[in-house]
Structures are given as structure tokens and as C-alpha cells.
């Protein structure tokens, strides 16, 4: 199994920044790339970023939140990041942490941070 808990989400303001953070345990050395979704009101689940666990590591992105947001990942504290600029309101939503295991196709989902983009 693994836990994995997101924190760093709260009320910002259009054009802000947030950095969201999730933290991996257990039996995270079968995990082959981790992530961010994201689920506003009223809308599916839907990717925001992925990277791979190996390596330099293979950011992902969705059109759109290229070149404003940015994953990132430290190995050492099992952690990976979402640095996001120039919030806008419809980033709003609950952003959940993912680690996916492509043997077996398993994926693993944190309890969620609300993100809120509001003035």
C-alpha cells in the first residue's frame, strides 16, 4: 500500500501563486510516476501533471496549465510538488495526489487540498 497526503491548498487570489505538496509512504519503490488531478464542482476528475519517478523525471502537463504550472519532485523526502503561478478562477478545485504502478495499472489517491481562486 501506499499513503499518500497532500497539503498547501487554501484561497488565493486571480493571478497568485500556491505550491502544493504531497508526501509518499509505504511501498513507494514500485511507483512508477506520480501526479496531480484535479475535480472542480460539478466536473470530473481531471489530470493537471504528471512526472516519472525514475531518472531526471518526465513532466506532463495539460494544455491548460502549461507554462504556469510546475511539478517537481525530491526523491530523498519522497515528495513531489505543483508550484502554480497566475492562478485563475477556474483552477479552482480540490487537487488530489496520485501514484501510479504500471505493473498492474494501480493507482494510489491522497484525501485531497481545496484550492480556491477567488477575489
Known amino acids: 500500500q501506499v499513503q499518500l497526503v497532500e497539503s498547501g491548498g487554501g484561497l488565493v487570489q486571480p493571478g497568485g501563486s500556491l505550491r502544493l505538496s504531497c508526501a509518499a509512504s509505504g511501498r513507494i519503490f514500485n511507483i512508477n510516476a506520480m501526479g496531480w488531478y484535479r475535480q472542480a464542482p460539478g466536473k470530473q476528475r481531471e489530470l493537471v501533471a504528471t512526472i516519472t519517478t525514475s531518472g531526471g523525471g518526465s513532466p506532463n502537463y495539460a494544455d491548460s496549465v502549461k507554462g504556469r504550472f510546475t511539478i517537481s519532485r525530491d526523491n530523498a523526502k519522497n515528495t513531489v510538488y505543483l508550484q502554480m503561478n497566475s492562478l485563475k478562477p477556474e483552477d479552482t478545485g480540490v487537487y488530489y495526489c496520485?501514484?501510479?504502478?504500471?505493473?498492474?495499472?494501480?493507482?494510489?489517491w491522497g484525501k485531497g487540498t481545496l484550492v480556491t481562486v477567488s477575489s
Open positions: 496520485n501514484a501510479h504502478r504500471t505493473l498492474f495499472s494501480l493507482d494510489y
